[in-house]
């Protein structure tokens, strides 16, 4: 599984300020590695180096890592033609030849490739090398340790063989212990086909070695070695056309890269949808337009009207959209995509009857359409709007089915946060995508207040709209019209290591949205910083720290008990929505190491599996068809809330990799491990001063490291549960202080302020 960061925004931009700022600062949060290429190329290799460049990327379509070109000073415009085919090529000028490598700070691992080489399948294996310094070994040394051909051939190194003594120790006596040998079909010398000898079959490089590799001679007698290298030496837009003509999925930078020169010069209407659907997945919605629209008149295929829908949807054109989604309804195979789009188009405009209509048409084209059959059983008559006394409206994603456990319980937590009632007669549901519109707004200005929260909703994908480019489906003008208090509460700055805000459409409603505010909280420190950066000075300190409510359920819930008795269990829940930006190339050692864990865990508690969402029990299918393992599944998203907060108050530990996997638990008073593949768990750790209750996925030892992690926690377990109330009394200070202030702002009375602390649980098993 291949990471795919989108390219970032363009250089001094207020967008490409905080992407930069994003992509140093959380990388070390979550543990991602850094993978880059190194060639080291002068006037005479540099030939060779294209070739190698498209070889690589024709026979590894999913890969697109920096590529470090090393140069003794050749002109920016003699690097021109390498630029043309990777996007991500960083020149250095080094007098130092391919030992500059040494100095490539900043990566975890680096692969060193020669100008001589051509690339003839899967690298996977070497990207995902973890340890010393992979090489094809040489004739051994006398000692018996493998000796490394260092001055040419490949060579993968890590982190800390990434320094200049590197060099002699390994062209001296060999470095015990140091050298991982890699299968020879990783770097395998031409010299070895000498009269004609076929390249052996499953060779992944390809190396010609010493003169044949400059590109003006091959040699003689190798004669099958020149044709498989003679393969991938073409012209640009003919590479282009090949690449893009790949079968199967492709790296999103490296499809875009390669795409948009073809497409200038007249393209195909498939190639245009492939990069528009590469824009869509990395929330580009109005360069997908563009693309699609550019082709417009040549199309009339479901699929790309379907996909131009969806597109034109996102950047609320919503009578285009609908247009388009009619027309894709036409083939029998696209149809029930089409109609759920309709269907929720409709529901977000306010129309449920049309919203009912669209889905029954999908659900008769697929009756298993899971967004048909939710929006086919709206509510046939709604409720009647009646404002009670002192009722507020509420914002917020009001999860139900199976959707994700923790969105279920968001909103009722922000609700208790005003008191015991979370029901309608304190409470107007306003539901987060639903277009804001004049109806919305009426109903809004005729509460008490309006409260925006809780959950990431900062948050550019999912459900998006061109209105405000986050969670929020606002338009400026309607924000600007409301007339009741508003307090944002615990909203999270929801983006991925490698995924960024690509509008300024966000910062602008942002901007609005928190001068607007009577109070402005956001969940964790971490989202302060990212939100203060992209605001003016002025506003900055109107932005304030509000832990989650689900962090101190046990003070908001009345009557709340702990628990005198816990199950002898540990739950364990992962996360698979946008796995490629979680996972990188690391999922099968995430999944290996894992499994170990759980192994060594099952040894003190029974290990079950708690999916948030029905997507996450792939873990477990995985974990059973690759490692054997079979964990019984408790299906949260099943559940209502208080069954949830039950199963999470009686485990003695869960060990999650969704933000709510580890804050709600530690609300209900429960020990915590995060897996961390997203910033906002590395964020509820510091603010708790528990950096250590997190392991990130890419972990080099992650197996061991959560198994002792978790075995100290379970040996002494009521330390760790005391320490979990500790940690949870300074969040709930912070809460009172803002709910204090939260009852100034808004006018209304906040019953939760004077909650008391349900008092030390007695000791648990």
């Known amino acids: 599984m291949t990471a795919a960061p989108a390219p970032p925004p363009a250089a001094g931009t207020e967008a490409g300020t905080a992407a930069a700022a994003d992509a140093t600062d959380t990388a070390a949060l979550?543990?991602?590695?850094?993978?880059?290429?190194?060639?080291?190329?002068?006037?005479?290799?540099?030939?060779?180096?294209?070739?190698?460049?498209r070889s690589l990327a024709l026979t590894n379509p999913r890969v697109c890592e920096d590529f470090l070109l090393l140069h003794p000073g050749l002109p920016d415009s003699a690097l021109d033609a390498a630029r043309r085919l990777h996007p991500r090529i960083t020149a250095r000028e080094t007098r130092h030849g391919r030992w500059e490598v040494l100095r490539a700070h900043g990566y975890d691992t680096v692969i060193v490739l020669g100008p001589d080489m051509v690339v003839l399948g899967d690298i996977g294996p070497l990207l995902r090398l973890r340890h010393g310094v992979g090489a094809v070994p040489q004739l051994p040394m006398p000692s018996g340790e493998p000796r490394v051909q260092a001055d040419e051939g490949l060579l993968v190194l890590q982190r800390e063989w990434l320094a200049d003594s590197t060099r002699a120790r390994l062209a001296g006596d060999g470095v015990p212990g140091c050298v991982v040998p890699l299968d020879g079909?990783?770097?395998?010398?031409?010299?070895?086909?000498?009269?004609?000898?076929?390249?052996?079959?499953?060779?992944?490089?390809?190396?010609?070695?010493?003169?044949?590799?400059t590109g003006t001679g091959h040699g003689e007698g190798h004669g099958p070695a020149e044709r498989a290298r003679a393969r991938y030496e073409m012209a640009d837009d003919d590479f282009r056309t090949a690449y893009c003509s790949l079968p199967g999925p492709k790296h999103p930078a490296l499809l875009t890269h390669l795409a948009r020169p073809l497409l200038e010069r007249g393209a195909t209407v498939d190639l245009a949808r492939a990069l528009a659907l590469v824009h869509t997945e990395e929330g580009r919605y109005r360069e997908a337009?563009?693309?699609?629209?550019?082709?417009?008149?040549?199309?009339?295929?479901?699929?790309?009207?379907?996909?131009?829908?969806?597109?034109?949807?996102?950047?609320?054109?919503h009578a285009e959209a609908e247009t388009h989604l009619l027309l894709a309804t036409a083939s029998p195979a696209v149809a029930p995509k089409a109609f759920s789009r309709l269907a929720r188009l409709a529901w977000l405009r306010g129309d449920d009857d049309a919203a009912r209509a669209y889905a029954r048409e999908g659900l008769d084209a697929e009756p298993v359409n899971r967004t048909c059959r939710d929006l086919a059983l709206l509510p046939g008559e709604p409720a009647p709007d009646v404002p009670g006394d002192g009722q507020l409206a509420h914002v917020a994603l009001f999860a139900s089915g199976q959707e994700n456990a923790g969105d279920k319980v968001l909103p009722e937590a922000v609700r208790l946060c005003f008191g015991a009632d979370t029901g309608p007669r304190r409470w107007l549901p306003v539901p987060v995508h639903r277009l804001f519109d004049e109806v919305a707004l009426e109903r809004v200005n005729a509460r008490r207040a309006l409260v925006v929260g809780g959950g990431g909703l900062f948050l550019p994908d999912t459900w998006p709209n061109g209105n405000s480019a986050w969670q929020w489906n606002v338009p400026d003008a309607m924000l600007e019209r409301i007339t009741v208090p508003l307090a944002v509460l615990a909203v999270g700055y929801n983006v991925f290591d490698g995924q960024a805000y690509r509008r300024t459409r966000f910062t602008e409603s942002l901007r609005t949205l928190v001068e607007k505010s009577a109070f402005f909280g956001l969940r964790n420190h971490g989202s302060v910083e990212r939100v203060r950066a992209l605001l003016p000075p002025s506003l900055r300190e109107k932005v304030r720290y509000q832990p989650c409510p689900t962090t101190v359920l046990r003070r908001l819930s009345p009557g709340w008990t702990d628990p005198v008795r816990r199950d002898d269990t540990v739950l364990l829940n992962c996360a698979y929505d946008?796995?490629?930006?979680?996972?990188?190339?690391?999922y099968g050692h995430f999944l290996a190491e894992t499994a170990a864990a759980v192994r060594e865990l099952g040894k003190r508690a029974e290990v079950r599996y708690a999916p948030h969402t029905p997507a996450d029990e792939r873990f477990v299918h995985d974990l059973r068809r690759e490692h054997g393992i079979a964990l019984p599944v408790e299906p949260l998203y099943d559940l209502p809330n208080a069954e949830i907060y039950e199963r999470f108050r009686r485990t003695r530990l869960v060990i999650g990799m969704r933000g709510h996997a580890g804050m709600i638990p530690f609300g209900c008073g429960t020990p915590v491990l995060s897996l961390i593949s997203h910033p906002k768990l590395a964020y509820f750790l510091a603010d708790i001063d528990r950096p250590e209750w997190g392991?990130?996925?890419?972990?080099?030892?992650?197996?061991?490291?959560?198994?002792?992690?978790a075995a100290a926690l379970l040996d002494d377990h009521d330390a760790a549960v005391a320490d979990v109330l500790g940690r949870q009394r300074l969040l709930w200070e912070t809460t009172r202080a803002n709910l204090a202030e939260l009852e100034r702002c808004l006018g209304v009375p906040v019953e939760a302020a004077g909650l008391a602390d349900p008092g030390p649980p007695a000791p648990a098993r």
């Open 30 to 53: 979550t543990g991602r590695r850094r993978i880059a290429f190194a060639c080291h190329a002068d006037e005479d290799t540099l030939p060779g180096l294209l070739t190698l460049l």
């Open 695 to 709: 392991l990130s996925v890419h972990d080099r030892d992650l197996g061991a490291k959560l198994a002792e992690r």
């Open 289 to 317: 337009v563009e693309v699609l629209l550019s082709v417009t008149p040549r199309a009339d295929q479901p699929r790309f009207h379907e996909t131009l829908g969806s597109a034109l949807m996102a950047e609320s054109r």
């Open 185 to 213: 079909r990783h770097d395998f010398p031409v010299r070895r086909l000498h009269g004609g000898l076929p390249v052996p079959e499953g060779t992944v490089i390809l190396r010609f070695g010493g003169a044949e590799g």
């Open 578 to 586: 946008r796995a490629g930006l979680r996972f990188g190339h690391d």
